[in-house]
């Protein structure tokens, strides 16, 4: 039965929960973290830490792409970002990283916005996939959906493996009265990749996304406090323990549906410390969707800076440009440890191997039936 409370005369509202309302709740058993794993799979790629990157240009350069996908996680270049329209991407960086001197705040998304006002060159975008590809890793790139049939041959020719197609909000009815809108199930079907699709926030769109063949669906907006502004611009905003869970719900229906089709399930979003990656998988996710916390990196192209892909958007930016932590860690301490930090922004994943080990369960689809409870 649906939490609905009264908002106003006639006007009732559902009760929704963050991650930071709930708990996971310790089970009767516990066992070694040296024998639970983290691993998952999406169609024929597997991977050790259930990590996507979120597809900024802040914290994903094909660098650091190899580099996550070294350690176990997928990093996803933006197809649409600075690396797929400036030859000189350090350069840019550079630009941005002065201009942190200036004191009108909103100087570095005019910056961004500038160098977004450049052309995507495919040669560009060929050669920085090409890097990765080279590598040996997993190649995945992101998309939005006004240009995904334009990009997605360019890419496929450059070897993508796992397609992206984000959006702050992605449907799979869109009404357009400019242009015909993209047919996501037609776009999938036409493809040889598995594709992943979002952001959503309930069951109905999450179900629909699962019909239109996605072998993922990310749920949320990839909210960061004091960074992502969607809940200012748009007043659009989406507690993400209860977003979760609906779509795990959906999952399961369609799962059923289906005969046996499982769609992944990725949370982006209300992540800041390793206990909110560990309270999104007990609510359902199959993998986080990370950003922020990646920004500490020594990696990190932005040097510190953070960013969602929306700060670019040329007139109707959703995203601030943020000083990161006051701190600096390579990649692979930041995720597998060890840490000083007693705040649970260093060794991010070994925190989640020990959290599934403190409550008895070996392996993320056992996580996930892990109880809850709700404060207050």
Known sequence: MRDLVEIGMGRTARRAYDLDDVEIVPSRRTRSSAVVSTAWQIDAYRFDLPLVTHPTDAIVSPATAIEIGKLGGLGVLNAEGL???????????ARLIDTVKDEDPTALVRVLQELHSAPVQPELLAE???????????????VSPQRAAELTPHLIAAGVEILVVQGTIISAEHVSGDADPLDLKEFIGGLDVPVIAGGTADYRTAMHLMRTGAAGVIVGHGYTPGITSTDRVLGIGVPMATAIIDAAAARRDYLDETGGRYVHVLADGGMTASGDIAKAIACGADAVMLGAPLAAAAEAPGNGLYWTAAAAHPSLPRSRVAAGPDYEVDLKTLLYGPSSDAEGAINLFGALRRAMAKTGYSDLKEFQRVGLTVRG
């Open 83 to 93: 690396w797929a329209r400036h030859a000189n991407v350090e350069q840019a960086m």
């Open 128 to 142: 920085a996939l090409g890097k990765v590809r080279e590598s040996g890793v997993t190649v995945a790139a992101r």
